[in-house]
């Protein structure tokens, strides 16, 4: 199965600020990288699809890019409700397979 | 809109099965795959498998093979994960999600989450 690492584990900015995350798949998984975010309680949501296509109804402060092992989710500016855990998740193969998340916390 | 309900809350002991029921609303349960997708405390995602709603065909992550079973019943839209011969490992939130197993997509619609507790 492809395994996804994600770093860094915790990310700690403040407000305002640019959150950079990272996820690096075993293998290619071409551009096939879905970015979702989660808060505490709370089920996730999908953010990014197909590496970086934004889902419906999410601010044009997240980005994504990558393709092939690298991938990225930028987070411009962070707002006080951007402080979450986020996890990537690849689609070429079965199994899905998600990274272990990254925390970002307010500094 | 698109509204995924889940069922409450279980205890279970070591050895015994629990059977989570996902009930879809919004949109047509045939017309989309269903996921499971479950998160021990303070841990990270891990996929279980899906179900098509049409056909019943399931596709089950290699470490819930043998354990897990999902099933549907058009008849009152609702979809349904049984975990049986449950660890104390098993102790996790389970979540149905809603996904049309294309590459380029994700899941976009996610139930509430089922809290299943394993123990002695």
Redesign the interface.
């Known amino acids: 199965?492809i395994v996804l690492t994600q770093s860094p584990v915790t990310l700690s900015l403040s407000p305002g600020e640019r959150a950079t995350l990272s996820c690096r798949a075993s293998q290619s998984v071409?551009?096939?990288v879905?970015w979702?975010q989660?808060k505490p309680g709370q089920?996730?949501?999908?953010l990014i699809?197909?590496a970086s296509?934004r889902?419906t109804g999410i601010p044009a402060r997240f980005s994504g890019s990558g393709s092939g092992t690298d991938f990225t989710l930028t987070i411009n500016s962070l707002q006080p409700e951007d402080f979450a855990v986020y996890?990537c998740?690849q689609?070429?193969n079965?199994?899905?397979?998600?990274?272990?998340?990254t925390k970002v916390e307010i500094k | 809109q698109v509204q995924l309900v889940q069922s409450g809350a279980e205890v279970k002991k070591p050895g015994a099965s629990v059977k989570v029921s996902c009930k879809a609303s919004g949109y047509t349960l045939t017309g989309y795959y269903m996921?499971w997708v479950r998160q021990a405390p303070g841990q990270?995602?891990?996929?279980m498998?899906w179900i098509d709603p049409n056909s019943g065909a399931t596709?089950y992550?290699?470490n819930f093979q043998g354990r897990v079973t999902m099933t549907r019943d058009t008849s009152i839209i609702t979809a349904y994960m049984e975990l049986s011969r449950l660890r104390t490992d098993d102790t996790a939130m389970y979540?149905c999600?809603r996904d049309d197993n294309?590459?380029?997509?994700?899941?976009?619609s996610?139930?509430?989450?089922t809290l299943v507790t394993v123990s002695s």
Request: proline residues 4%; hydrophobic residues 30%.
């Open positions: 199965e071409s551009t096939y879905t979702y989660q089920a996730p949501r999908v699809y197909d296509n889902a996890y998740q689609r070429i079965w199994p899905l397979t998600f990274g272990g998340g | 996921h990270g995602l891990e996929w498998g596709n992550a290699h979540f999600a294309s590459a380029a997509s994700g899941h976009d996610w139930g509430q989450g």
